[in-house]
């Protein structure tokens, strides 16, 4: 009699830490990503023209330190420090990517050079609150080499808002 009731009540205890288990891991699959659409418009540069929502592919010119495309400011990073994520594909040839000042007269963050292939790469930038941002892509200094980027997305997550595995991930990939 004691025998089953140790067998049963050790049964009753794996099955509710298998169940409880499953909630936790059920939980965290659904806790809501901290990420959300950065914004901003995205032109063509020098010719200033419009370009269609995101995804989409840009060009840089083969002149080294010409700027291929940027956004006019990206709405959500502009007043809170946080991340910015942009995410690329199809990578071709050089691609600079960074975060600038919306009117161009100054970096905010470091240049960073995309990685060549088909991705998909997430590269990442912080933004320091406060000012606007802005997204710009450009040659990085290949003189007689332009190159094409596909920008798949840009996501904000701002600092307060950033969950240990947000953190872990940007800093593998490098912040920049």
Known sequence: MMASFWAGAATGLAAGLLVGGG??????????????????????????????????????????????????????AGTTPGLVRV????????????LAKPDGSALISKEAKAPQGPGPFRMYFKAPGGQPVAVLLRNPGAEGQGGSVQVKSVSFVAQAKATPQVLAEANKAGVN
């Open 87 to 98: 995410e690329l594909a199809q990578v071709q040839g050089p691609i600079g990517v960074s």
């Open 23 to 76: 909630g936790v891991a059920a939980l965290q699959a659904t806790r809501p990503d901290p990420w959300i659409a950065a914004g901003g418009d995205w032109y063509r540069l020098p010719a200033q023209a419009k370009a269609n929502p995101l995804p989409q592919v840009f060009k840089t010119p083969g002149k080294g330190w010409d700027y291929g495309a940027a956004t006019r400011g990206l709405s959500a």
